[in-house]
């Protein structure tokens, strides 16, 4: 008899550095839950990178276990259709009450019916009095302000009761309130799809004054740069920044660091429900960001869809499991991609997946932190020059988007073929490879160089490295180039195929071979199967 399913919870924030966690290194952090969760219950993979820096393709991706380019799921602006199923849908239909909330990113919402066949209740938001914004609301100022293109709005305002309730408050307490009280006694799956840390670059208090700014570490500048991709040159030149100060910057990395602050409180909340309810130790948890984000590094700040530095591409990846798996808990340095969040709960949930995939199941690495299940991990992302068309931030005709849109920088960097060309990325034990369709590749020594400030690529000794590398990528987008429906499809229609039977059936079998032709049976069984009612017909 099968072992009592567990319940699974994905609490998702979006645009999350993996630095961004105290228990990683970052002496500024302020993630106390999260940090406890690692040190006693759950592993946390600091070596664990997106499938794509940007939400959708990412999200396409990890609920999947495939890779964007399978399908070819690598813009804004193409989710999942009927026909590819999500780990959500898969664990609905496997007896999961799926619950989620309405950050979307994953299906396609102009199909009627198509997201809500993936859970069994969605909470709709804006149910609830939001806050107010920034304290600041000139902040932005006018075109060529240093802040104009800048995503910052520092601090939040809160209400009478000292909060500034959020829609991310809104999906937390929506989703303790689901746990408190369960609709019924099947295995939960809560998704939450969150939004913080994502730009905006605001948080209120005490998240905002709680980060020690002379802790932060030392930002990755562009002049100390060489041989970086040209999409980073180009959002730099449109942001037009350069005016920003050492105490902008900080102010910057603080404000982000603070609303990370508040998502691992958020988290610590949504916990303690579940043990409140008495179901922690029969949970799953898990915590992962679709992607980072610059936060000042190379000068930059949000993301772009095809650069692969860690600060966008590493993220905090943890997992809790139900307690009748052991866990060697702590940090692992196991190299770690996305897609094994499908593996992994597939496995805990003993799921057959209903298609092919290319996630692992963290399962041997959380019960033994040394172990190693994979030799690179792999991101990508871009267009053809011919795929201008293709993605949301380039519909507004030849002349592009309205410069008073915050996002005017990159989307004008990604009307631009050669910035905005495909590539991937490649992370191994010691080296980082991104090739390119045009443009120059790069690699990168992150023993040597962890900010990634010197392009090795065209470096002599390092040609061996690199030859090595990309026979590697060769063999592995050769292994995952595309994927064979378990279900398969008929060669011949009915009708051809009663065409070929029918000089050995009876007139009185007709009715019965047809309604096998009807039902599907394989051509070869049918052969079988007619010839042997003509035998019996002889004897008879």
């Given amino acids: 008899m099968m072992a009592k399913r567990p319940h699974i919870i994905i609490f998702n924030p979006d645009e999350m550095r993996a630095d961004a966690l105290a228990h990683l290194g970052n002496t500024a952090a302020i993630t106390p839950n999260l940090d406890a969760m690692a040190a006693k219950d759950a592993v946390s993979f600091s070596r664990a990178y997106c499938q794509n820096p940007v939400c959708v393709p990412s999200r396409c991706s990890f ?34 009450y799926v619950w989620m909330n309405d950050r979307n990113d994953l299906t396609a919402g102009q199909i009627e019916g198509w997201c809500e066949s993936h859970a069994d209740e969605i909470y709709y938001g804006g149910q609830k009095q939001h806050g107010s914004g920034p304290l600041d609301k000139k ?41 408190l009280n369960p609709p019924d006694d099947r295995p939960m799956c809560l998704f939450l799809g969150l939004i913080y840390p994502h730009t905006p670059y605001g948080v209120e208090e005490p998240y905002y004054s709680s980060i020690e700014r002379n802790k932060l570490k030392e930002r990755i500048k562009p002049d100390l740069c060489s041989g970086k991709h040209k999409m980073e040159q180009l959002i730099r030149k449109y942001c037009n920044m350069e005016a920003y100060t050492k105490e902008d910057w900080d102010e910057l990395r603080a404000v982000y660091l603070g609303m990370c602050m508040k998502i691992d409180e958020q988290f610590g909340r949504l916990t303690e429900a579940l043990k409140e309810a008495g179901i922690y130790d029969d949970c799953a948890i898990f915590f992962f960001s679709d992607h980072g984000d610059y936060t000042g590094d190379y000068g930059l700040v949000e993301k772009a869809q095809n650069t692969f530095e860690d600060c966008l591409t590493r993220v905090p990846f943890l997992i809790k499991p139900p307690s009748d798996i052991s866990v060697d808990s702590g940090v692992s340095p196991a190299l770690t991609e996305l897609v094994d969040f499908y593996a992994t709960v597939m496995d805990f949930t003993g799921i057959t997946p209903n298609h092919t995939h290319f996630g692992r199941s963290l399962r041997p690495v959380l019960q033994n932190r040394s172990a190693c299940i994979r030799r690179y991990a792999f991101c990508e992302g871009g267009r053809q020059p011919d795929e201008l068309h293709c993605d949301e931030y380039h519909s507004y005709g030849p002349d592009g988007p309205p410069q008073t849109m915050v996002y005017w920088p990159k989307m004008m960097a990604q009307t631009d073929d050669e910035a905005h060309a495909k590539g991937i990325m490649m992370r191994g034990e010691r080296y980082k490879y991104v090739s390119r369709t045009l443009g120059s590749d790069e690699l990168y020594d992150m023993l040597e160089d962890p900010g990634e400030t010197r392009n090795l690529i065209n470096g002599p000794e390092y040609q061996e490295i690199l030859r090595i590398m990309q026979f590697d990528m060769l063999k592995w987008m050769q292994a995952t180039a595309d994927i064979v429906p378990y279900d398969y499809d008929q060669r011949l229609t009915p009708e051809m195929t009663w065409a070929r039977v029918r000089a050995i059936v009876q007139p009185e079998d007709e009715a019965a071979v047809r309604e096998l032709i009807t039902g599907g049976i394989p051509f070869g069984r049918l052969i079988s199967y007619c010839r042997e009612l003509a035998a019996k017909r002889d004897d008879d």
């Avoid at 070819?72 to 999500?86: F, V």
Wanted: aromatic share 10%; net charge neutral.
């Fill in 63 to 96: 609920f999947t276990g495939l890779y964007p380019h399978v399908r070819g799921h690598r813009t804004m602006s193409y989710l999942l259709r009927p026909g590819e199923d999500s780990l959500l849908k898969e664990l609905k239909e496997a007896g999961y």
């Fill in 139 to 179: 902040l932005r100022g006018e075109p060529g302000n240093k802040h104009y293109y800048s995503h910052f709005e520092g601090k939040l305002g809160v209400a009478k009761d000292g909060r500034h309730y959020s829609g991310d408050d809104e999906v937390v307490d929506a989703a303790i309130n689901r746990i």
